[in-house]
C-alpha cells in the first residue's frame, strides 16, 4: 500500500472518531480514576475542556449512552450509520484517549500548538502517516510500528467571543479496525453531512 494512500486511509479513520467525540461532547468526561492514566500531553498553560479514558470495558455502555443524544443534535447525520454498525466498527478496539484543550495565550501560536503535539507523542515507535496544515487548522494521524495503535491531532483557531483562542483535540486508539468498513461509514457520513448542509 503507497505511504499517500494509507494516510489518507488513516487520516479518514481518525476523522471517524474524532467525529464521534466531538458530536458527543455534551455527555461530558468519561473515564475514572481507576484507568491506567492517559498517555496524551496537556499543552502547558491550556485548559482541559474535554476528556476520555475508555478501556473495552466502558466503550460498548459509552456509545448505548451517547448514541441517542448525538441522534437529536446530529439530525440526519447521525441517522445515517446505525449504532450497531458503530459497535460493530470498534468490536476490536481496546482503548481510546481522547483529550481537547483550550490555548488562550494570545502569544502562543497554532504552530506551537501543533509543534508540541507532533513532538510529545505516547511511547512507542511512531510514524507519522498523513499531515496537512494551513493558516488556520492542522490535522495529523500516526500509526505504531505494528499498525494496532493510532495517535493523531486536530488543531484550530476558534472564535471565542470577540477574541480568537487555539484549540486541540488529540487521540490515542489502541486496536484494529476493518478499514473497508470504516470507509464505508465515513463515506455515507460525509454525504449525509452534505446534504443536511445543503438544506
Do not use: H
Not at 499543552?43 to 476520555?52: L, W
Not at 441517542?68 to 459497535?87: C, D, H, Q, R, T
Not at 495517535?151 to 488529540?170: H, N, Q, S, W
Request: glycine share 10%; net charge neutral.
Amino acid at each position: 500500500m503507497g505511504l499517500a494512500l494509507r494516510g489518507m486511509r488513516m487520516m479518514r479513520l481518525f476523522a471517524i472518531l474524532i467525529s464521534m467525540v466531538l458530536l458527543g461532547q455534551c455527555v461530558g468526561a468519561w473515564g475514572d480514576d481507576e484507568k491506567p492514566p492517559m498517555e496524551i500531553a496537556v499543552f502547558p498553560g491550556s485548559e482541559v475542556t474535554m476528556e476520555m479514558n475508555l478501556t473495552s470495558e466502558d466503550i460498548m455502555p459509552m456509545l448505548q449512552a451517547m448514541l441517542p443524544l448525538v441522534g437529536g443534535a446530529a439530525g440526519g447525520v447521525a441517522k445515517a450509520v446505525s449504532p450497531e454498525e458503530i459497535a460493530n466498527l470498534l468490536r476490536n478496539i481496546r482503548r481510546i484517549e481522547v483529550l481537547q484543550v483550550d490555548v488562550r495565550r494570545a502569544k502562543t501560536s497554532l504552530e506551537e500548538v501543533s509543534s508540541f503535539y507532533g513532538k510529545n507523542l505516547p511511547g512507542g515507535q511512531w510514524s507519522r502517516v498523513f499531515f496537512s496544515a494551513d493558516d488556520e487548522s492542522s490535522l495529523a494521524v500516526y500509526v505504531d510500528s505494528a499498525s494496532q495503535s493510532y495517535y493523531g491531532f486536530r488543531t484550530r483557531l476558534k472564535a471565542d467571543g470577540a477574541r480568537t483562542i487555539k484549540e486541540a483535540v488529540v487521540a490515542k486508539v489502541v486496536g484494529s479496525i476493518d478499514f473497508r468498513e470504516a470507509l464505508a461509514l465515513g463515506a455515507r457520513l460525509a454525504t449525509a453531512a452534505a446534504a443536511q448542509k445543503g438544506r
